[in-house]
């Protein structure tokens, strides 16, 4: 049988996942047979998970930090939603989200049997906030916005978002699963520090350089995390929060070290030399003539033709599209200048300017 190459990263321009930091593979590696999720046994891998959270209550502002590392932001959303409503426990719940929500809100709400109703976004991408207003009643249990939208790279008006759900009697729960590593170094409002939120996705997998699973879920109360514990009779740990029973010790332990080497100056240099990628290869890409969104965080999107695409593609670019059909660029920390002037090049080789 032949062994699989391993991964590259050299073409791909679409993933919100990136190559781990050496020191963030080194402690997955050394914590791979470890189960977080029964942090009685697995001591040691239980005080890193303390660390990582720790750590993320830094770079989001909270002052104590309640939560756990996740498989991902999918579990995050789910899990924050899933809280929300044994915490409120209103009937026929809702959720209110702009439509520029990831797609892991359908599954919360399929798999915990809340409505989502999503609303429009502005001319900018971001949430509507009266269209939000509009949306929320007495039934609402949370309000979601976006800091760092998959597709725009988009941060809604989180502080208004939280006054809009407070006056409902709702939780305020932030996504930045992809945001939160670089939004710190911004003029962004988008954090714990700036508005009462109740819960945040931030994924150290993503922008954070951990190794794939190590997602992130935070709350500002531990009463809120704690509508999500059920008892666990036949573990040494009494009860457990998280979705899934057995967890990544490798991914928890990553995520502590990619953290330990990166936060904060890591993580500022990463995000200054890709938010400096992104904004020049916007200038790229409007000079040859193509309508592109001025990115606000590292992700370009711009409208291109359906043959050019696929020609890229074929010429091995990861690259992916927009609902609305916009190739979308992520500048993640293994993109490089060389990298987006060798991607120009092969779109020139398609269509002469
Ligand atoms: N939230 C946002 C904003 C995302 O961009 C993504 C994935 O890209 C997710 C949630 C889901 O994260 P995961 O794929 O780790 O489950």
Partial sequence: MQR????????????????????????????????????????TVAALEEDALA?????????TPHGYITSGGTEANIQAVRAARNYLARDDPNVVAPESIHFSFQKAADVLGVELRTVPVDDDYRADTDAVRAAVDS??????????????????????LTDIAHD????????AAWGGFVLPFTDHEWSFSHAPIDSMTIDPHKYGQAVV?????????RDVLDALAIDTPYLESASQASLTG?????????????????????YRDVYETQ?????????????????????????????????????????GWRISRTGSGELRIVCMPHVTRDSLRAFLSDLDSLSPV
């Fill in 4 to 43: 699989a190459a391993p991964q590259t990263f050299d073409r791909v321009l679409s993933s919100m996942c990136t190559r781990p930091h050496p020191a963030a593979r080194n402690a997955a590696e050394r914590f791979l047979a470890t189960n977080p999720g029964d942090p009685a046994t697995y001591q």
């Fill in 55 to 63: 750590y993320l209550a830094e770079i989001t502002g909270l002052e």
């Fill in 139 to 160: 039934n609402t249990i949370v309000v979601a916005g976006v800091a760092g939208t998959t597709e725009f790279g988009r941060v809604d008006p989180i502080p208004e």
């Fill in 168 to 175: 409902a009697g709702a939780l305020m729960h932030v996504d």
């Fill in 213 to 221: 699973p190590a997602g992130g879920l935070l709350f500002r109360e």
């Fill in 246 to 266: 057995t967890r990544s010790g490798a991914g928890v332990a990553s995520a502590a070290a990619a953290m330990r080497e990166l936060w904060p100056t890591g």
């Fill in 275 to 315: 938010q400096a990628n992104a904004e020049w290869l916007y200038e790229q890409l409007v000079a040859r003539g193509y309508e592109t969104v001025e990115p606000e965080l590292p992700l370009v999107a711009a409208e291109l033709p359906e043959s050019e695409f696929e020609s890229l593609r074929d010429l």
